[in-house]
């Protein structure tokens, strides 16, 4: 790619967007003119190359107008979940430094409270109909034309804040350019990977804050291709989308795939997904049944990937290999693997331990010298807490996050294993494995269950859960506890909030309204 990502190179005609909900759609002549109005907006708001730009925007056109105007500004953008409390909103705009914050309508927190915790950094909205303090009315007296001091920007990504308060990556490594290696410009060397050219037509089903959907949208268009954008995520509209657009590459997560594996066989049957070439997937382990699913459904199409917003590794793996390990993602294609124990010492071939990389992107946590040396070993591998093993033939298997380990009598219990068991069975919608308090073992091991249909919670459906279990699982894993919710706080990401969960039942133990 170029230096500063621009459109001009491509047919101005073109769709580079398309949204799934109303087919409102943005050109490549549109977005250059909303990129180069944008930009001059920006320098008029008094930023510079280099400054941060936070942006807490709904999936929507002036997503793309925002980001492609900072991406051509020199600018750090840092994306941030619409589904934020104005405090955490506030939090990240001040740790982060952002010298202006653009929000949209479709966001949790009010404008006034996040005004209120921002610190004075200057706020403007998009949609708000062109009146003072919007988006669109600080560009509409911009001109057209490219600014004079065109720089290439990149983006500070916070982790989604799984496990704790959001931490933002600074990247280290200046083998890019002045500006340094960014998700999207990672984005781009997977694209050549995979053979990615301009006639990719790319479906987004997740939030365009999260790293993986932010680069590779922004990735396709600034290669010429188009990217069709959901709004939300609908298993049913995903499907009618792929068959209406001819979409050639998608992006997923296992929730989708599991919501869509329990359409009815009839609305499966009822759209053509032959024009798919690629359907990757990353962001959790897949359920081996689940993933078997999908190859017997849509054909060896599926690529999977393991890494992080921190870029310590990467591995990746075909269909093909997939089959000869199930349950595996795949060989290092970026830095070398080390499994150790909890004292950060390097473990033998095949033994299960923390994961750390050497050779990956040079990162650190910005504001946090204690969390950034935590993520370090003594060699100087790094780390972002993800336990596995790897096989003899170089395979990683990941087993789950250190932080989500249940220590139980002192036995170690992984709740992964247990949430991809029940997660198959038809009457589980969702479900998330947690440790809860227990005077006597410490933790015990307790599942949250989101039913298919609700009226089935109850004891006798976590009896049978339970003996369902007990055929492949060993006894210190089978819940003690089954609770059932009518929905669970999973993000849009896809990723579950186990911090949330784990403090609302503790919190629930606490008053004694344990089980």
Not at 111 to 122: I, M, N, Q, T, Y
Not at 214 to 230: H, L, N, P, R
Not at 358 to 372: Q, R, V
Request: net charge negative; glycine share 10%; charged share 25%.
């Amino acid at each position: 790619m170029s230096d500063v990502p621009s459109f001009r190179s491509f047919p101005p005609d073109k769709a580079a967007i398309v949204m799934a909900s109303d087919g409102r759609t943005v050109r490549f002549g549109e977005l250059e003119t909303h990129a180069n109005k944008g930009a001059h907006a920006l320098r008029a708001l008094g930023l510079r190359t280099g400054d941060k730009l936070a942006i807490c925007i709904a999936n929507s056109p002036e997503f793309f107008h925002v980001v492609c105007a900072a991406r051509r500004s020199g600018l750090t953008i840092v994306p941030i979940s619409t589904r934020l409390t104005a405090g955490e909103l506030g939090f990240i705009v001040g740790d982060s430094g952002a010298r202006a914050l653009i929000l949209s309508p479709g966001i949790e927190a009010s404008a006034d409270e996040a005004a209120s915790l921002c610190g004075g950094v200057p706020i403007l909205m998009t949609g708000a109909g062109g009146g003072p303090g919007s988006w669109e009315a600080a560009c509409a007296a911009q001109p057209d034309t490219p600014i004079a001091d065109e720089a290439r920007g990149r983006e500070m990504l916070y982790s989604s804040g799984t496990t704790g308060r959001p931490k933002g990556i600074v990247y280290e490594d200046y083998s890019d350019g002045p500006q340094g290696r960014d998700a999207t410009s990672s984005a781009r060397r997977m694209f050549d990977r995979l053979g990615l050219d301009d006639e990719t037509v790319y479906l987004s089903p997740a939030p365009l804050y999260h790293s993986a959907p932010f680069a590779w949208a922004i990735g396709v268009i600034e290669m010429g291709g188009t990217t069709i954008v959901m709004e939300h995520f609908d298993a049913e509209q995903a499907l009618a989308l792929i068959d209406a657009h001819r979409i050639t590459v998608t992006q997923w997560v296992p929730t989708h795939f599991v919501r869509m594996l329990k359409l009815p066989d009839a609305v499966r049957r009822r759209y053509d997904m032959s024009s798919l070439r690629i359907a990757i997937h990353a962001a959790a382990p897949c359920p081996v049944p689940v993933k078997q699913a999908m190859i017997d459904w849509w054909g060896p199409i599926l690529l999977e990937y393991f890494g992080s917003s921190e870029q310590t590794a990467l591995t990746f793996i075909t269909s093909e290999e997939w089959l000869a390990h199930p349950g595996s993602v795949g060989r290092c294609v970026l830095g070398k693997l080390h499994i150790c124990d909890e004292q950060r010492r390097p473990l033998p071939q095949g033994e299960v331990g923390v994961i750390y990389s050497e050779g990956g992107t040079p990162f650190s946590y910005h504001n946090d010298a204690a969390k950034t040396a935590e993520s370090r070993s003594p060699e100087g591998w790094t780390t972002v807490g993800d336990i596995g093993r790897i096989d003899e033939e170089g395979y990683l298997y990941l087993t789950d996050r250190k932080s989500f380990m249940i220590i139980t009598g002192g036995v170690n219990v992984y709740p992964q294993e247990i949430e991809n068991r029940l997660i198959t069975h038809p009457g589980v919608a969702d479900v998330a494995v947690i440790g809860a308090p227990d005077d006597d073992l410490g933790e015990v091991v307790t599942a949250v269950v989101q039913p298919v249909d609700l009226a089935d919670a109850g004891p006798a459906f976590a009896d049978e859960l339970r003996r369902w279990m007990r055929q492949e699982l060993s006894g210190v894993k089978v819940p003690k506890h089954i609770l059932f919710r009518r929905d669970l706080p999973r993000l849009p990401t896809g990723k579950m909030a186990k911090h949330k969960l784990r403090d609302d039942i503790a919190a629930d133990f606490a008053a004694g309204r344990a089980p």
